[in-house]
């Protein structure tokens, strides 16, 4: 079962950071938060993840909080190629099946 | 990270019939599972292959609608079986290989008419 909260949907401006939240209020201690997207007519594709540090890669960033009851993706110069739905999903490092919630449709815009 | 290659990428069917999906890796996988994408929805995960035995299927999806196999760790296939058009979706398979990450093919999109 899906337990994430985001946003529907998000607009941002080519160029700009790209900050997507997520709500995990009932994340257990062992549980990673992780963050695919699925680029139209794609298999989504992984993005970062990590469990209580801010984490960064070449694609992205992730900031959680310390309470760790959410996080924010954030993509610091999105560009058109970047609008996709983007799905937070919360885990066990060793559990492996991944349960998607509804994600969060990032529109960039010229 | 391990490459998926799915096939056929799209096909209409008619209803009452079956479809095989076919799902290649190109290195092992230690898992495989099978996701069904409605028109609009997320993804939702239909059952987990495994290598040799039965597939572990979830609440919501039985063996005889959704047929697997695995018959080694780069190869599965999904069976749509007595296809109806609520069976038109986009079906994908993933892998993962030790470590955390999924990977994704690139989907089936099934149309029943």
């Known amino acids: 079962d899906a337990k994430t909260t985001q946003p529907p949907s998000m607009d941002c401006a080519e160029g700009r950071a790209a900050n997507l939240p997520c709500n995990h209020s009932t994340i257990s201690g062992n549980e990673y938060v992780y963050w695919y997207r699925q680029i139209h007519s794609q298999g989504p594709q992984y993005i970062i993840h990590?469990?209580?540090n801010n984490e960064t890669n070449e694609m992205a960033s992730l900031i959680i909080t310390e309470d760790r009851k959410s996080s924010t993706l954030i993509l610091p110069h999105a560009t058109l190629r970047d609008t996709a739905v983007y799905y937070c999903?919360?885990?066990?490092?060793?559990?492996?099946?991944?349960?998607f919630g509804s994600g969060t449709k990032l529109n960039v815009k010229p | 990270s391990a490459v998926i290659s799915q096939k056929p990428s799209r096909d209409i069917c008619q209803r009452g019939t079956s479809l095989t999906i076919q799902c290649q890796v190109d290195s092992q996988v230690t898992m495989m599972f099978w996701y069904r994408q409605q028109p609009g929805q997320s993804l939702t995960l239909i059952a987990t292959?495994?290598?040799?035995?039965?597939?572990?299927?979830e609440s919501g999806f039985v063996i005889d609608k959704f047929p697997i196999s695995r018959p080694n760790l780069t190869f599965s296939t999904l069976t749509v079986s007595n296809m109806s058009p609520e069976d038109s979706s986009i079906y994908l398979c993933s892998g993962i290989q030790g470590g955390y990450g999924y990977t994704f093919g690139s989907g089936t999109r099934l149309t029943v008419v």
């Open positions: 990590g469990l209580k």
């Open positions: 999903i919360v885990k066990p490092y060793n559990f492996n099946k991944f349960y």
């Open positions: 292959a495994n290598q040799g035995s039965e597939a572990t299927y």
